[in-house]
């Protein structure tokens, strides 16, 4: 299985901050990397795929980058409502694995 | 606009089976292939396993040995069986469609809770 991981498990930042979430995969997926967000009692949401293509409807704020094993998530401008758990997830291998998430908390 | 539904049993004895249904709506459910996924409280998401549309399925390493997908076309819906279950398989269970390489949309979830 390709193990994902993530970090920071959680940060805490303020509103209008500039949020980065990094991602790394065992082995190489090419760009074969989402993003989701989750909010408490919710299910998650797909934010970007594909490495760095934003969902239809998604803020602008959220922005992808990388290729291979290591990947960002960018929130540009923190804002109240994206106060969540943050996934990624890599779609290379057959068996489809998640990191363990990034909380990111009100400071 | 496809969207999903979960559905079955919110308590389950150990032992037993986990039945949980997810009921297609807004598309053929031939189009896509389908997934099961689950999070324990607290806890991260974990892949249980796919059906693709030609009725082939694959299910994750951990969870083979006990877990049955399966899909009915007349009815537009999809089926998790998760046999043996004990008190680690207590989890929030989501059904999910794979337009593309990605989980998307999701149904609402499903709290299965196993115990006596």
């Known amino acids: 299985d390709i193990q994902m991981t993530q970090s920071p498990s959680s940060l805490a930042a303020s509103v209008g901050d500039r949020v980065t979430i990094t991602c790394r995969a065992s082995q190489t997926i090419s760009n074969y990397l989402n993003w989701y967000q989750q909010k408490p009692g919710k299910a998650p949401k797909l934010l970007i795929y594909?490495?760095?293509s934003l969902q239809s409807g998604v803020p602008s704020r959220f922005s992808g980058s990388g290729s291979g094993t290591d990947f960002t998530l960018t929130i540009s401008s923190l804002q109240p409502e994206d106060f969540a758990t943050y996934y990624c997830q890599q779609s290379y291998s057959t068996l489809w694995t998640f990191g363990q998430g990034t909380k990111v908390e009100i400071k | 606009q496809v969207q999903l539904q979960e559905s079955g049993p919110g308590l389950v004895k150990p032992s037993e089976t986990l039945s949980l249904t997810c009921a297609v709506s807004?598309?053929?459910?031939?189009?896509?292939?389908w997934s099961w996924i689950r999070q324990p409280a607290g806890k991260g998401l974990e892949w249980i396993g796919r059906i693709y549309t030609n009725g082939n399925t694959i299910y994750n390493p951990s969870l083979k040995s006990r877990v049955t997908i399966s899909v009915d076309t007349s009815r537009n819906q999809f089926s998790l069986n998760l046999s043996s279950v004990t008190a680690a398989d207590t989890a929030v269970y989501y059904c999910a469609t794979e337009g593309g390489n990605y989980f998307d949309p999701w149904g609402q979830g499903t709290l299965v809770i196993v115990s006596s």
């Open positions: 594909a490495a760095s």
């Open positions: 807004g598309d053929s459910i031939s189009r896509y292939y």
